[in-house]
């Protein structure tokens, strides 16, 4: 009788996420090889503190009640071949234009021209989901054939039949894609973590 091994999904550790470096150009960015994962999202959307319960630390990004602070590509090594991107917040109108400029171009010249982008988490507040930046992120990214995740933060702050529906809603409004995904997040509550692992591990093994 033969015994047959199947085989089981890599487990990527997350919380070995170390800081590399920030840069805000790609000429100073770590070799373009490997796998890479980023997230993005409007200001305020808590980027930060996703990225810090995803890897289970207090302060590997930076979290502060300020929107539009990051204005830098800031790079996480979960190992020599993995790496979480931590890409500028869009959308806060106070940022002086010159800085929302600045932002656009290391927004356009990551999500197009990095190769080893593996796929993109965007963030946004559940309460005010998919408007047109948004949109057009998302369209931009997939005519790049690039998948998109998207986590509807801050669901603690809505009743779960709300969050729900909204959830169905965004799902609904981006059924004619055919690589965009959607889940609530919580960090406050850690609510859609497994979820959210899944999706991240899934595009650090393929």
């Given at each position: 009788m033969k015994n047959y091994l199947?085989?089981?999904?890599?487990?990527?550790?997350?919380?070995?996420?170390?800081?590399?470096?920030?840069?805000?150009?790609?000429?100073?960015?770590?070799?373009?090889?490997?796998?890479?994962?980023?997230?993005?999202?409007?200001?305020?959307?808590?980027?930060?503190?996703a990225l810090n319960v995803i890897?289970?630390?207090?302060?590997?990004?930076?979290?502060?009640?300020?929107?539009?602070?990051?204005?830098l590509m800031n790079f996480f090594d979960l190992d020599?071949?993995?790496?979480?991107?931590?890409?500028p917040g869009y959308g806060y109108a106070k940022v002086p234009e010159k800085i929302k400029r600045q932002i656009e171009e290391i927004l356009s010249s990551y999500l197009s021209q990095r190769k080893c982008?593996?796929?993109?988490?965007?963030?946004?507040?559940?309460?005010h989901p998919l408007n047109s930046r948004d949109m057009d992120?998302?369209?931009?990214?997939?005519?790049?054939?690039k998948p998109v995740h998207i986590l509807l933060t801050k669901c603690d702050k809505i009743n779960r039949g709300p969050s729900n529906n909204t959830l169905l809603e965004v799902r609904k409004r981006l059924s004619g894609y055919s690589n965009v995904s959607a889940q609530t997040f919580s960090a406050t509550r850690r609510l859609g973590l497994e979820e959210a692992h899944e999706k991240l591990t899934d595009w650090f093994t393929f």
């Amino acid at each position: 009788m033969k015994n047959y091994l199947v085989a089981q999904p890599m487990s990527i550790d997350f919380t070995k996420a170390t800081f590399s470096k920030s840069t805000p150009s790609l000429i100073s960015a770590p070799n373009d090889c490997g796998i890479e994962v980023a997230f993005v999202g409007r200001s305020n959307a808590g980027k930060s503190s996703a990225l810090n319960v995803i890897t289970n630390q207090n302060k590997l990004a930076r979290t502060s009640k300020t929107p539009g602070r990051t204005q830098l590509m800031n790079f996480f090594d979960l190992d020599e071949d993995r790496r979480i991107v931590d890409l500028p917040g869009y959308g806060y109108a106070k940022v002086p234009e010159k800085i929302k400029r600045q932002i656009e171009e290391i927004l356009s010249s990551y999500l197009s021209q990095r190769k080893c982008l593996q796929g993109l988490v965007l963030l946004m507040d559940i309460r005010h989901p998919l408007n047109s930046r948004d949109m057009d992120l998302i369209d931009f990214v997939t005519d790049y054939e690039k998948p998109v995740h998207i986590l509807l933060t801050k669901c603690d702050k809505i009743n779960r039949g709300p969050s729900n529906n909204t959830l169905l809603e965004v799902r609904k409004r981006l059924s004619g894609y055919s690589n965009v995904s959607a889940q609530t997040f919580s960090a406050t509550r850690r609510l859609g973590l497994e979820e959210a692992h899944e999706k991240l591990t899934d595009w650090f093994t393929f």
